[in-house]
């Protein structure tokens, strides 16, 4: 028992990105902002939006800048502050970001 907990604390150690996200948007569905006002948040801020998702209870914003490049916004539900903003290649996939956060490809 005493292993397994060691092995799980070193497993969240190595992986402190993933644990945050999920920390970062956790707020009561009442406290959301709707998606109305993501949606006036990606036009003030010049993108295209081809879809707004929930993921890991963040809004995700997935569309292109103003300069026509795909991109993934990650938006806290509840302050709309932007978490994250990744480019995408034309086949979707994620690029390394500044964080160092791996792509998904």
Known sequence: MRLAL??????????????????????PMADWKPREAVTAL?????????????DDGCYEIDGTDAQGQRIEVTVH???LDIIQIEPRDGAGHRHRTEEGRHDDQ
């Open 42 to 54: 990606a036009a003030r801020s010049g993108w295209t939006v081809r879809r707004i998702k929930i």
């Open 6 to 27: 060691i092995i799980l604390a070193c497993a969240a150690a190595l992986h402190p990105g993933l644990a945050l996200a999920d920390d970062q948007c956790f707020v």
């Open 77 to 79: 539900p509840s302050t």
